[in-house]
């Protein structure tokens, strides 16, 4: 993680399906945003590749969209991104609406809070928060609290590898894990 405060560019790639090649680019004014490496991510959707097709996604904390954006290249029928930061929902909504129109809506709004007022299920939902705020067992709870996942619903869950993983609801099945890393990939289904 860079230093906060430190203002950097990077970009993106989405690595596979109809926006393969095609590169998401942002502005870290405060040095707090990862996104998921390309390896981390080919590794992810090789595990998801029979989920996507047709499927509702959410992008909890959803920083650069890279999530977001895979899983509508490789096929889901809608993604909606949750980012608190309001340059960075800007920056989402500029970049993301003219791949995907109406297949994506990008949400400014605390992810927690946002959950809270929710009623629609989702298929798949990519839990990846900054890992010192302590959001992932939190989110994870929620969803489930609130009946916000469908029946065998996929969760990623991200988090650091040295740190304990984040707690997740008793009635979901750990699919999947790797380490890559500073970073810890978990795949869940909800049973």
Request: hydrophobic content about 40%; charged content about 30%.
């Amino acid at each position: 993680m860079k230093a906060r405060g430190k203002t950097s560019k990077g970009q993106v790639r989405i690595i596979g399906g109809e926006r393969r090649g095609h590169r998401l680019h942002f502005v870290d004014q405060r040095g707090d945003l990862r996104p998921s490496s390309d390896r981390m991510r080919e590794t992810l959707f090789n595990w998801l590749q029979a989920e996507l097709p047709g499927a509702r996604v959410l992008d909890l904390f959803a920083g650069s969209g890279a999530l977001g954006a895979e899983a509508l290249s490789r096929g889901a029928a809608h993604a909606v991104l949750v980012e608190k930061k309001r340059d960075r929902c800007a920056d989402l909504t500029r970049q993301l609406t003219p791949l995907f129109g109406d297949r994506i809506h990008v949400q400014c709004a605390d992810a927690l809070k946002w959950l809270e007022r929710r009623t629609e299920r989702f298929d798949l939902v990519f839990i990846d928060p900054p890992y010192d705020l302590g959001l992932a067992a939190p989110a994870c709870r929620v969803l489930e609290e609130l009946g916000l996942l469908k029946p065998e619903a996929r969760i990623y869950v991200e988090s650091r590898r040295h740190d304990a993983a984040p707690a997740v609801p008793a009635s979901w099945r750990r699919l999947r894990e790797k380490d890559g890393g500073d970073v810890r990939a978990q795949l869940y289904l909800k049973e």
